[in-house]
């Protein structure tokens, strides 16, 4: 089991930046891939970007490419989310996700969000 625990949400201007945080439970955690995912009101939860285990590998949604970068740090047990020249659609409740490197590709475990929210 692995519980995950964003921070690092807040109220920004447009062009700002925010570091979101997600802390991992558990002495597994360099075996997860681990991704954000943010959900707007009114809209679907929709996904930003992803890391492999290593944190070779890296995925990023079109919207957010070039503006966001995901990173992690096994030895803390915690990913984090670089958002650079943020924009008002930006705004969302950004959950961290996690699921088993090399299993199913469904994320299993998910935090409880922090809310980004940015001002025009």
């Known amino acids: 089991q692995v519980q995950l625990v964003e921070s690092g949400g807040g109220l920004v201007q447009a062009g700002g930046s925010l570091r979101l945080s997600c802390a991992a439970s558990?002495?597994?955690?360099?075996?997860?891939?681990m991704a954000w995912f943010r959900q707007a009101p009114g809209k679907e939860r929709e996904f930003v970007t992803a890391?492999?285990?290593?944190?070779?590998?890296?995925y990023y949604a079109d919207s957010v490419k070039g503006r966001f970068t995901i990173s992690r740090d096994n030895a803390k047990n915690t990913v984090y989310l670089q958002m650079n020249s943020l924009k008002p659609e930006d705004t969302a409740v950004y959950y961290c996700?996690?699921?088993?490197?090399?299993?199913?590709?469904?994320?299993?475990?998910w935090g409880q969000g922090t809310q980004v929210t940015v001002s025009s």
């Open positions: 996700a996690g699921r088993l490197e090399g299993g199913s590709r469904v994320y299993d475990y």
């Open positions: 558990g002495r597994t955690f360099n075996t997860y891939a």
């Open positions: 890391i492999n285990w290593s944190g070779g590998n890296t």
